[in-house]
Every structure is written in structure tokens, then in C-alpha cells.
């Protein structure tokens, strides 16, 4: 089991490290408040989607949620929530309504935020939105009508002690200092530190120092981010190169998929920073994805046949990088780590860690064929399951409710 | 109840449109002699069922599961899994009165070149107890030596007459009646994949007895992940960010690979509301990055550089 289920706050007492004060009386005296809704932002891992789901559990409101799984077009903004907003009182009981991460509304979700923005002055039910990210232009409608609310990364020391009552619990074997330099590398992000400290202690119960130093990846974030500068904004192919060299973190990720053909290992390599912010800095980056197009069929090459000179024109290539900007942008460009990542993309976990998995899974030990393949019949499945027996493939009564329930045609 | 397992073949007659390839399996089963197997040819021809139904033959009368080992290499995250695992299995003597137990690997060609010399060596230590049925889409993507140790098979996508047979011989026992446009239209949309279309008929049969030609496309475009043609116009809009976060979702939730992703932007590019001369770029970039896709090893950035081009 995930220790960020398992140690997951359930009353609001327990949240450490967030002032959440604000957040539960604007839910309390909803009536009274001017703006209807709350947009909590900061980043990752700092409890903006916790704290909905604690409050509601605690007052006893029934939660109604909309996250970045979901559809959110005009369309499914109004009919989930406009229904929700009329409807409530007719049963009596209270609702919260959470809607996650509004600065990932797609392109696909036409209309979306607009749709959001307008139901929101008719709520007559307290509406928690969470965002990483504000200052997106397609989030200027909402301006007006939410109030802002920032949650800041949490307090190294409220991470250290949170950790260390996981170890008493888990029984784990650890020295304060590592313990300590475990919660720093973290940066604010108290699901990363758990994540990494079920990771490095799940085989032997112990939090080794050696495997911590080995973690301290983010640590050299300044240093990647001092290279990405050079290869964005100069010319100089050869200091470029010696960097490169110097580089603490690999060039490339030689792990393997490890969810789908699009999310490896490792998430903290070159290529990934490159692919990342590419076209946050790029006009033109067609060219500069050729290259790094070009790279990764060596890439292949070296994994294949594990001719490891290769590395060098991989490393050549990806200096190229500077070379086929038009113009310099002058322009202050924050970089990013991938998103590839589901450390760094909270909505990745919720797509791979879905039922759908578990159903894929089932179905195919029963029908002998891979697990891949299973998941792409699902929506078949999902059609025959409202005329046929699933019973015997050995899925259980809720997933099999969940099949029936999926909207295919 | 699944109709691909109700339905899949449980005897050497019942499998349709392999007849050259069943005879001399079946003489090999018959004399209790049989080399190791690679089964190659596209999804839904019947490999795995041929698979089945040799074990079922050789182990008539025993326990048939216990002595057969069934493994999806692209679902084995590990080769130290697949070593130990099927290591564990080869080394001890077949279970009962059979000459020596059968380990099945699907999909073997998704293992890496590594893995497939290990198990080269497993194949070669472990005759006596175990002989294997490997089973790949792409018999090239399978290391020489390994060719070498099996008898090859290379299976062909069903005719048309054979799916008719099979069809007609599923709607009698079900009690469904399905047209022969519509029939026309699973051979169409199936590319020959069997499992697909009995999918696609028992969708149909939940939706009415009465299977039609509408009833199967409606079923089949249901199933199609409709996302990837929104990628493609965000992209040609010169939106790559959201372009390429829609893709990976996309991919996520339906369990797409690459190439399943690059062969729908290739059959997508003809409808887009393109002028000629990008629709051309299009196609022509489109090849490179699947020829690229192949013999780089990111899926995900090879379809960004397909992306970014598009953008231009």
C-alpha cells in the first residue's frame, strides 16, 4: 500500500505545515462570503486537494468532484455541475464541490472554465478549486470571481517530523541526519518525501545514507537549470559540451517504461529537461526536436547493441540544440522537470492508478492475453458487460459496476 | 461470459484458416514429438489458441494447465522474472504419463535482446523437461539463435471466407442475426483480427439481436480513442504544450504504444483541413517518425518531434 494513503490526514487537526484556517471558515460561513468560490494555489504536494476531502469528510458534506480525469467541457461542466448546484437542496444535505487542478484544463475542454466561471455566482454550495500554476492567460475569467488563496510548501521541519513518525510506525531504522536530508530534498513537497522514503526503505526496513545521497537529484536542479540557460540562450557549442560532461545526472534515461511506452524510470535526465522546456524557449522548435528525434534513435541503438560510444553523438546533438534558435529569447523562461514524471504530474497517478487496471489485469490472465492488450478492449467490455454475466472472469461487484457505468455510447 | 473464450477453438479442427500450419502441428502432437515452436503473424489469428490446443492434445487425460506454463512477455516487467520463473518451471519433471511440459511465451518479441539470450540458453539446458511456443508479431524482431532452435510458423491474417464461417457459426448459437453488409464491415474494420471481431459482435449482440452494418461501425468508433485527431488539430494550430499533454493522457488512459498512436495519426492526416503541400510534409515526416520510432527507443519523444513538426 502507498504510505500517502495510508498516513493521509482524515481530520483537519492533523494537517501539518498549511495554515488551513481560511480555507474551513470560507466553508463554514459560505453564505456570508463575497466571492463563492476559493482557488487554493502553491505547488505540488503541499495538500490543496487534502483539505477538501478531510473538510468534507469532517462536516459531514457530501464531496462532488471534477478533477483532470474527467472530461470538462462546456458540456460536462454544465451538466455535473449545474445539475449539482440546483438539485442539492432538494435532499438536504450539504455539498462540497472540488474542482482539481483548473490550470489543466485541456484544450479539449472547450468552453470549460468559462462554463465554471459563470456557474460559480449561482452556487448556492462552497466551491474549493486547486491550481499550481495562476498566471495562465486561459485563467483570466475567473479573476473576478474566486478569491485566491496561496498554500505555501511545507515547513522542512513539518516534513521531518511527519517522516519520522512513518518510521516508528513502519518500524524503520534511520539516522536524524539522513532523515533530515531526505525532508530538505523534498522542497516543500511533503507526498514527494513520503514517496521517496517508502521507496528507499522498502526492501530492508532501513533508510541507508548512501541511498540518500544518491537521491540528492534535486539538489543539483541549479546546476541543469545553469546548463539549460547555456544551451537555450548561447551559442558556445563547446562549453556547452564540456558541461555536458561534467553533467552529475545521466544524458539519458536507460531504464525501462515503466507505465505505458511514455513513462520511464529515471525521471531526472537531460533529455527529459530538454523535451520539457524546448518549447517553453523555442520559437522554432521543430528543428530542435529533430535533434533530439535524431539523438534517441542512438539512444535505441546504444540499448540494443550496448555500444555505449554512442553517448557522444547524443551529447553532440543535444548541444546542436543551441545552434538552431533563431533569435536568442531574451525572455526570464521558469524551467520545468517533466511531466512524464508522476512525481511531478499528480494527474499521471490518478490515470494509471484507476480501476481500469485492475480490471485490465483480470481480464487478461482470463482471456490470455497481456495486460496492454486488455486495456485497449476495455471499452468492448464495457458494452458487453450490460448484457453479459461478468461473474466467472473474477472481477469483483464494484468493478464490474464500474464497466457498466462507463459512458461508451 | 467473454465470447473470445467461449468461442476459442479447443481442438486442431476448430481453428479456421491455418489449415497447412494445424496439419503438421497436429502430426508433431500425434507422435509426441515437438521441437520448440515460434509462431509469428499479426493479433487474432489464432496463435495463442494453437498454443492451447497443443497442450490440451499432448496432455489429453491429465490435468492439462499443470504442466503448461503461460507467460505475456510484454507484461513481465523484468527479465530476472522471466528467468526465475520459467528457470523454476523448466527444471523439474513433468507432472504424470507426458513426455515433457510446454511453456508458452506470448508476445516474445517485446523482449529485449538480452533477455532473449538468456532464454536461448534456458531453451538449450532444459529440453528434456520443457519445450517452448514462443509467439511474436514480428518474427525479425526474434535474435538468429533462437530462430535457429525452433520450428517456424508464420501465420497469415484470416480470409474473408473464413470469418464469414466463423460469424455465421456464433450468431446460430447465440441466437443473433447478423447481415451481410454488416458482416462486410467486420471484415473491413478488423484487419483480419479475429479476436477483435467477436469483441465487436458480442458489443453489438448487448445492443440489439439484430446486428447492422451502423450497429458495428457505431461499436467500433466507440472503441476508437476519438482524442488523437484533437491532438493533431491542436497541433497544427501551433498549440504544441497542450497538444502534447492531451497526447499523453491519451495514451495513459487508453493504453496506447507509439506505433498504435503513429498508425492512427497516418490514417488521420487525409481528413485533416490541411492545405496539399503540408498534407504531403505531413505524410512524408509521419513515415520518418515511425521508421525513427522503430529504431530509436522513446515512443513519446519520437511522437513530439511528429508534433513539432506539425506546428511549423
Request: with cysteine.
Given at each position: 500500500m502507498l504510505w500517502t494513503e495510508k498516513y493521509r490526514?482524515?481530520?483537519?487537526?492533523?494537517?501539518?505545515?498549511?495554515?488551513?484556517e481560511r480555507i474551513c471558515s470560507f466553508v463554514l460561513n459560505y453564505n456570508r462570503e463575497k466571492h463563492k468560490a476559493i482557488l487554493i494555489h502553491g505547488p505540488?504536494?503541499?495538500g490543496k486537494t487534502l483539505i477538501a476531502n478531510v473538510l468534507a469528510k469532517e462536516l459531514g458534506y457530501e464531496l462532488r468532484e471534477i478533477n483532470?480525469?474527467?472530461?470538462?467541457g462546456k458540456e460536462e461542466i454544465v451538466s455535473v455541475l449545474g445539475n449539482t448546484l440546483n438539485q442539492g437542496s432538494l435532499f438536504g444535505n450539504k455539498k462540497l464541490i472540488l474542482i482539481d487542478?483548473?490550470?489543466?484544463?485541456?484544450?479539449?475542454?472547450?468552453g470549460g472554465l468559462k462554463a465554471v466561471s459563470e456557474l460559480i455566482k449561482e452556487s448556492r454550495f462552497p466551491i474549493l478549486m486547486t491550481a499550481?500554476?495562476?498566471?495562465?492567460?486561459?485563467?483570466?475569467?475567473l479573476k473576478n470571481v474566486v478569491e485566491y488563496f496561496e498554500f505555501k510548501p511545507i515547513p522542512l521541519l513539518d516534513i521531518f517530523e511527519f517522516l519520522k513518525e512513518i518510521c516508528h510506525k513502519e518500524k524503520i531504522k534511520y539516522n536524524e541526519n539522513d532523515l533530515r536530508s531526505l525532508s530538505r530534498l523534498a522542497g516543500g513537497d511533503l507526498r514527494a518525501a513520503i514517496i521517496d522514503l517508502q521507496t528507499l526503505t522498502e526492501n530492508d526496513k532501513e533508510l541507508k545514507t548512501s541511498e540518500v545521497n544518491n537521491l540528492d537529484v534535486r539538489y543539483h536542479q541549479e546546476e541543469i537549470y545553469n546548463l539549460l540557460v547555456k544551451i537555450f540562450k548561447t551559442k558556445e557549442l563547446k562549453l556547452i559540451q564540456e558541461d555536458i560532461d561534467r553533467l552529475?545526472?545521466?544524458?539519458?534515461?536507460?531504464?525501462?517504461?515503466?507505465?505505458?511506452?511514455?513513462?520511464?524510470?529515471?525521471?531526472?535526465?537531460l533529455s527529459y529537461y530538454l523535451e520539457e522546456n524546448i518549447p517553453r524557449e523555442y520559437d522554432n522548435i521543430n528543428e530542435a526536436f529533430d535533434l533530439m528525434s535524431r539523438a534517441d534513435v542512438f539512444r535505441g541503438r546504444i540499448i540494443r547493441?550496448?555500444?555505449?560510444?554512442?553517448l557522444v553523438y547524443v551529447r553532440d546533438l543535444y548541444s546542436c540544440i543551441s545552434l538552431?534558435?533563431?533569435?536568442?529569447?531574451?525572455a526570464n523562461v521558469k524551467y520545468h522537470s517533466t511531466k512524464r514524471s508522476p512525481k511531478n504530474n499528480f494527474k499521471l497517478w490518478s490515470l494509471v492508478n484507476r480501476r481500469r487496471w485492475g480490471v485490465a489485469d483480470k481480464v487478461a490472465t482470463h482471456s490470455h492475453i497481456s495486460a496492454w492488450r486488455a486495456l485497449t478492449e476495455i471499452p468492448y467490455y464495457s458494452i458487453i458487460s450490460r448484457g453479459f454475466d461478468f461473474g466467472e472472469i473474477g472481477l469483483e461487484e464494484e468493478e464490474i459496476e464500474w464497466l457498466r457505468k462507463k459512458v461508451i455510447i | 461470459m467473454l465470447w473470445t473464450e467461449k468461442y476459442r477453438?479447443?481442438?486442431?479442427?476448430?481453428?479456421?484458416?491455418q489449415d497447412r500450419i494445424v496439419e503438421r502441428i497436429k502430426a508433431m502432437v500425434k507422435d509426441k514429438n515437438v521441437p520448440h515452436l515460434l509462431f509469428s503473424g499479426p493479433?487474432?489469428?489464432g496463435k495463442t489458441s494453437l498454443a492451447l490446443v497443443v497442450a490440451r492434445e499432448l496432455y489429453k487425460g491429465e490435468n492439462?494447465?499443470?504442466n503448461l506454463l503461460e507467460l505475456n512477455a510484454s507484461d513481465e516487467r523484468g527479465i530476472d522474472v522471466i528467468r526465475n520463473t520459467i528457470k523454476d518451471f523448466a527444471r523439474t519433471k513433468a507432472m504424470g504419463n507426458v513426455p515433457f511440459k510446454l511453456i508458452y511465451l506470448d508476445?516474445?518479441?517485446?523482449?529485449t535482446k538480452e533477455a532473449q539470450h538468456a532464454l536461448r540458453r534456458t531453451m538449450e539446458n532444459f529440453t528434456n523437461n520443457a519445450r517452448f511456443v514462443l509467439s511474436c508479431?514480428?518474427?525479425?524482431?526474434?535474435i538468429d539463435p533462437i530462430h535457429s532452435r525452433c520450428s517456424i510458423f508464420n501465420f497469415k491474417p484470416l480470409q474473408k471466407k473464413d470469418i464469414e464461417d466463423y460469424v455465421s457459426f456464433i450468431s446460430k448459437n447465440e441466437g443473433i442475426k447478423v447481415e451481410n453488409k454488416a458482416i462486410d464491415a467486420l471484415y473491413e474494420t478488423s484487419e483480419g483480427d479475429l479476436r477483435r471481431i467477436v469483441n465487436i459482435l458480442q458489443s453489438c449482440a448487448v445492443l440489439?439481436?439484430?446486428?447492422?452494418e451502423e450497429a458495428i461501425y457505431k461499436v467500433v468508433s466507440a472503441a476508437r480513442p476519438k482524442e488523437v485527431r484533437l491532438v493533431l488539430e491542436e497541433a497544427i494550430k501551433g498549440n504544441f504544450i497542450s497538444a502534447r499533454e492531451r497526447l499523453l493522457e491519451v495514451m495513459l488512459q487508453h493504453g496506447l504504444s507509439g506505433l498504435d498512436v503513429i498508425k492512427q495519426i497516418q490514417k488521420e492526416i487525409i481528413n485533416l483541413a490541411v492545405d496539399d503541400k503540408k498534407r504531403m510534409d505531413m505524410i512524408e515526416a509521419c513515415g520518418e517518425i515511425e521508421f525513427r520510432m522503430v529504431e530509436g527507443s522513446d515512443e513519446f519523444l519520437q511522437l513530439q518531434a511528429l508534433l513539432a513538426r506539425f506546428c511549423k
Open positions: 490526514p482524515s481530520a483537519v487537526k492533523q494537517i501539518r505545515g498549511q495554515d488551513v505540488t504536494g503541499t483532470s480525469s474527467d472530461n470538462r487542478d483548473v490550470d489543466a484544463f485541456s484544450s479539449g475542454d472547450r499550481n500554476d495562476v498566471d495562465l492567460e486561459k485563467m483570466s475569467c552529475n545526472i545521466p544524458l539519458i534515461d536507460m531504464t525501462k517504461p515503466s507505465i505505458s511506452s511514455v513513462v520511464f524510470g529515471n525521471e531526472n535526465c547493441n550496448q555500444h555505449w560510444r554512442y538552431v534558435k533563431d533569435n536568442r529569447n531574451i | 477453438p479447443k481442438t486442431f479442427e476448430d481453428i479456421k484458416g493479433a487474432g489469428v492439462w494447465r499443470e508476445e516474445s518479441d517485446s523482449l508479431n514480428y518474427a525479425s524482431k526474434i440489439n439481436k439484430n446486428v447492422t
